[in-house]
């Protein structure tokens, strides 16, 4: 069984940082892409920053500059370094891996619960 684990949301004040982890767990064969959405009150979940394995990184416009998402493949942990934080950026972040269990042919994509990220003006 796999499982995904965030930790380090909370709140910031606008300008503040805040850094998010997620770690995945459980019987993993391989991690393709590990990322990070969010999803605002009112609002589809989008897209904040994903890292392929091996591959190109990719932000929404709305974070570039700002955000930096990295990686620890050795321990299958994703991590979102947050700036110059806004009030916009108030959502909850989900981070999301498409991986292969062991046992599985097809990857699939699974997520964590959800971390909550307030910023105040």
């Known amino acids: 069984q796999v499982q995904l684990v965030e930790s380090g949301g909370g709140l910031v004040q606008a300008g503040g940082s805040l850094r998010l982890s997620c770690a995945a767990s459980?019987?993993?064969?391989?991690?393709?892409?590990m990322g990070w959405y969010r999803q605002a009150p009112g609002k589809q979940r989008e897209l904040v920053a994903v890292?392929?394995?091996?591959?190109?990184?990719n932000y929404t416009d709305s974070v570039k500059g700002r955000f930096t998402i990295s990686r620890d493949n050795a321990k299958n942990t994703v991590y979102l370094e947050m700036n110059s934080l806004k009030p916009e950026d108030t959502a909850v972040y989900y981070c999301?891996?498409?991986?292969?269990?062991?046992?599985?042919?097809?990857?699939?994509?699974?997520w964590g619960q959800g971390t909550q990220v307030t910023v105040s003006s």
């Open positions: 890292m392929p394995t091996g591959g190109s990184v």
């Open positions: 459980g019987r993993i064969a391989s991690i393709n892409t």
């Open positions: 999301a891996a498409l991986l292969r269990p062991i046992g599985s042919l097809p990857a699939h994509y699974y």
